[in-house]
DNA sequence: CCCTTGACTTAGA
DNA sequence: GTCTAAGCCAAGG
């Protein structure tokens, strides 16, 4: 049951998170189309969590659970189950990072604010 | 319409 | 390495 728009484009974008992969709530929410509303897709992934979709998959920057309690112990679990490694806390997003189609995000052509990297 | 909440992120101390 | 502050944005009250 579609409640919004983000939410079914974050969830869809979830979903296509390969077994065995990661990605971050930034990347997902650019993925979406949305970029810039990390928080958000937080928000969408703790109604939506389920079966269908694999929140599991979704972790902070740098590879890091945001989940705090039981919730993040299940889901490092859950990963670990799916062959993702970890590393001192940490996931080698280097090596585990879902990387998403050329799929700019669709509000503007693009966006990529890159601060001085 | 205003205010609060939050599984975020980056930058600075 | 840790901690704090500010920026960000959709939804719900």
Known sequence: MAKTRYFERVLAVVRRIPRGRV??????????????????????????????????????????????????????????????EFSGGRIRLEQFEHQFPGQPGRRSAARRAAPTR
Do not use: N
């Not at 109604?47 to 920057?61: C, D, E, S």
């Not at 112990?73 to 670990?80: I, T, V």
């Open 23 to 84: 990605s971050t709530y930034g990347a997902v929410a650019h993925a979406a189309g949305f970029p810039g509303t990390a928080r958000q897709v937080a928000w969408a992934l703790r109604g939506a969590a389920g079966p269908p979709v694999p929140w599991q998959r979704v972790v902070g920057a740098g590879g890091r659970i945001r989940l705090p309690g039981e919730g993040g112990m299940h889901q490092r679990l859950l990963l670990e189950l799916e062959g993702v």
